[in-house]
DNA sequence: ATATTACTTGCAACTCAGTTGCATTTAGGT
DNA sequence: ACCTAAATGCAACTGAGTTGCAAGTAATAT
């Protein structure tokens, strides 16, 4: 915890238009702390022992992914990863690559390719999310 | 149910050395029947009161997932879907659009964006998935 | 054709990420 | 300081998917 930190994560919640509550304070920082997407149980490990309720993290979550802050992704089977979404373009999140021996999990940043094209008049995308699966350098 | 399509579910298990059950056969010709990925819950829907047991199909998609006969994907939230993977490349199924408002989803054939290209030496690709979320003709 | 055996199936009980209901607490405006 | 809507925490719940195990069956060997 540093106050440049403190002062980002007040500024976030006033932007959203959040009550400063502690727990999401908390859960923010947990956020900014790291370069990867992390699950409810992950936060709660980082925060460690006085971490908020497992539901209040789900629910702080919503409501950052409500106000655009954080972006939610399935990265492994069957749990939500969260992860800020700033420098995000709000169509397209950055693409993932997990490593299929050893879980581990790596943002591309700048590496989205390019929207899907050629769809049919009157689709509208608004999302566009790409998941890669392999080896990372360690494993392959 | 036609001949054609039984034929084509034997040379599937054949080729994919699974014994022929009832439950397998039942499984791969609902999925043959559509163009879209099935739930468990959809594909016990589809075949109707002498469906196999849930467990039964849930082993049974992983045996096709194994050998390469299916193909998995997040959809939805939390629900895992599965299509037949004749015609998908190995590393790139095609995209998927959901609709966020009526939930139907489409298969976007032919619509692959480039594979994510620039990762560090060492990475190696085995998979990309590509999912967007929008709206649909019908409610757009 | 029958026996053998490893592979499959079905049931019941379980797991676990995420949700809901509700009583209590608290942020932020008055 | 007070008030009220919003947020929290606990306990109980939900539901997709899994596991253990006894019973059944496809494919091979005899």
């Not at 009550?19 to 990867?36: E, F, M, S, W, Y």
């Not at 390719?113 to 699966?133: C, D, F, M, S």
Request: charged share 25%; hydrophobic share 35%.
């Amino acid at each position: 915890m540093n106050s440049s930190k403190l002062k980002d994560v007040d500024e976030l919640l006033d932007d959203a238009k959040l009550r400063k509550t502690a727990p999401r304070v908390q859960i923010l920082k947990a956020l900014l702390d790291v370069a990867v997407p992390l699950t409810q149980e992950q936060i709660a490990e980082k925060i460690g022992k006085n971490s908020p309720d497992k539901v209040t993290i789900y629910r702080s979550l919503e409501n950052f992914v409500e106000a655009g802050l954080v972006h939610k992704a399935y990265l492994q089977e069957r749990v939500w990863h969260y992860e800020l979404s700033h420098h995000c373009s709000s169509i397209q999140c950055h693409p993932h690559f997990t490593c299929t021996n050893c879980g581990a999990t790596r943002c591309l940043w700048g590496k989205s390719p390019a929207l899907v094209e050629g769809l049919e008049k009157g689709y509208v995308i608004h999302r566009q999310q790409v998941r890669l699966e392999g080896l990372c350098p360690k494993c392959s």
